[in-house]
Protein backbone atom coordinates (compact mmCIF):
# COMPACT_ATOMS: atom_id res chain seq x y z
CA UNK A 1 0.00 0.00 0.00
CA UNK A 2 3.18 2.30 0.74
CA UNK A 3 4.72 2.26 -3.24
CA UNK A 4 1.40 1.31 -4.93
CA UNK A 5 -1.85 2.19 -3.14
CA UNK A 6 -5.25 1.17 -4.48
CA UNK A 7 -6.15 5.04 -4.36
CA UNK A 8 -3.49 5.73 -6.91
CA UNK A 9 -4.99 5.81 -10.48
CA UNK A 10 -1.68 5.28 -12.03
CA UNK A 11 -1.40 1.83 -11.12
CA UNK A 12 -5.26 0.77 -11.97
CA UNK A 13 -6.05 -2.14 -14.64
CA UNK A 14 -1.68 -2.50 -14.55
CA UNK A 15 -0.06 -5.28 -15.13
CA UNK A 16 2.11 -7.02 -12.40
CA UNK A 17 4.66 -7.03 -14.33
CA UNK A 18 4.78 -3.08 -14.13
CA UNK A 19 4.75 -3.56 -10.69
CA UNK A 20 7.87 -5.45 -10.54
CA UNK A 21 9.78 -3.53 -12.86
CA UNK A 22 9.24 -0.46 -10.92
CA UNK A 23 10.01 -2.01 -7.85
CA UNK A 24 13.50 -3.64 -9.61
CA UNK A 25 14.04 -0.05 -10.56
CA UNK A 26 13.70 2.15 -7.00
CA UNK A 27 16.09 -0.50 -5.89
CA UNK A 28 18.40 0.42 -8.18
CA UNK A 29 17.85 3.75 -7.89
CA UNK A 30 19.43 3.42 -4.22
CA UNK A 31 22.65 1.71 -6.07
CA UNK A 32 21.47 -1.47 -4.28
CA UNK A 33 21.82 -5.09 -6.16
CA UNK A 34 19.18 -7.94 -6.38
CA UNK A 35 21.28 -10.78 -5.49
CA UNK A 36 18.08 -13.66 -4.90
CA UNK A 37 14.26 -13.99 -5.28
CA UNK A 38 12.35 -17.09 -3.44
CA UNK A 39 8.76 -17.24 -4.48
CA UNK A 40 6.12 -18.92 -3.06
CA UNK A 41 3.12 -19.93 -4.75
CA UNK A 42 -0.39 -21.32 -2.64
CA UNK A 43 -2.54 -22.93 -4.11
CA UNK A 44 -3.88 -26.44 -4.83
CA UNK A 45 -3.85 -25.94 -8.91
CA UNK A 46 -2.33 -25.87 -10.93
CA UNK A 47 0.60 -27.62 -10.64
CA UNK A 48 3.45 -25.59 -11.12
CA UNK A 49 6.41 -27.52 -12.22
CA UNK A 50 5.19 -27.66 -15.69
CA UNK A 51 5.42 -23.85 -16.19
CA UNK A 52 8.78 -23.20 -13.55
CA UNK A 53 11.18 -22.60 -15.97
CA UNK A 54 9.25 -19.64 -18.33
CA UNK A 55 8.30 -18.49 -14.57
CA UNK A 56 11.76 -17.89 -13.42
CA UNK A 57 12.83 -16.55 -16.94
CA UNK A 58 10.09 -14.34 -17.12
CA UNK A 59 10.44 -13.01 -13.47
CA UNK A 60 14.58 -12.50 -14.19
CA UNK A 61 13.97 -10.84 -17.59
CA UNK A 62 11.99 -8.37 -15.65
CA UNK A 63 14.54 -7.57 -12.78
CA UNK A 64 17.41 -7.85 -15.06
CA UNK A 65 18.68 -10.78 -13.19
CA UNK A 66 19.99 -14.23 -14.26
CA UNK A 67 17.11 -16.89 -14.02
CA UNK A 68 19.57 -18.94 -11.65
CA UNK A 69 18.84 -16.00 -9.00
CA UNK A 70 15.30 -16.97 -9.33
CA UNK A 71 13.81 -19.74 -7.43
CA UNK A 72 10.14 -20.52 -7.95
CA UNK A 73 8.24 -23.60 -5.85
CA UNK A 74 4.16 -24.20 -5.06
CA UNK A 75 2.81 -25.81 -1.87
CA UNK A 76 -0.65 -26.37 -1.02
CA UNK A 77 -2.46 -25.52 2.35
CA UNK A 78 -3.91 -29.11 2.55
CA UNK A 79 -7.88 -28.07 1.04
CA UNK A 80 -7.89 -25.09 3.70
CA UNK A 81 -8.72 -21.66 2.79
CA UNK A 82 -9.75 -20.08 0.35
CA UNK A 83 -6.78 -21.51 -1.60
CA UNK A 84 -7.74 -24.60 -0.85
CA UNK A 85 -10.79 -24.38 -1.95
CA UNK A 86 -9.31 -23.54 -5.65
CA UNK A 87 -11.14 -20.28 -5.29
CA UNK A 88 -7.30 -18.57 -5.88
CA UNK A 89 -4.00 -18.65 -5.35
CA UNK A 90 -1.81 -16.89 -2.91
CA UNK A 91 2.36 -15.97 -3.13
CA UNK A 92 4.81 -15.31 -1.07
CA UNK A 93 8.25 -13.49 -2.49
CA UNK A 94 11.35 -13.13 -0.44
CA UNK A 95 14.18 -11.37 -1.56
CA UNK A 96 17.73 -10.59 -1.08
CA UNK A 97 19.18 -7.51 -2.25
CA UNK A 98 22.72 -6.09 -1.50
CA UNK A 99 23.05 -3.14 0.00
CA UNK A 100 26.06 -1.04 -1.04
CA UNK A 101 28.48 -0.24 2.19
CA UNK A 102 28.67 3.17 3.55
CA UNK A 103 31.95 5.05 2.31
CA UNK A 104 34.06 4.99 5.39
CA UNK A 105 32.88 0.88 6.42
CA UNK A 106 34.52 0.64 2.60
CA UNK A 107 37.45 2.30 3.84
CA UNK A 108 37.92 0.25 7.14
CA UNK A 109 37.40 -3.01 5.27
Known amino acids: ?27 RQKQ ?13 APKISPHRDVMKRRVA ?3 GIHSSQVSVKATTTEKLGFTGREEGLAA ?10 P ?3 EAHG
Open 1 to 27: GTHFPPSDPQWKGKDSSEFLAHAAMRI
Open 32 to 44: CRILHLDITVIGE
Open 61 to 63: DIL
Open 92 to 101: QAVTTVLKPL
Open 103 to 105: KQE
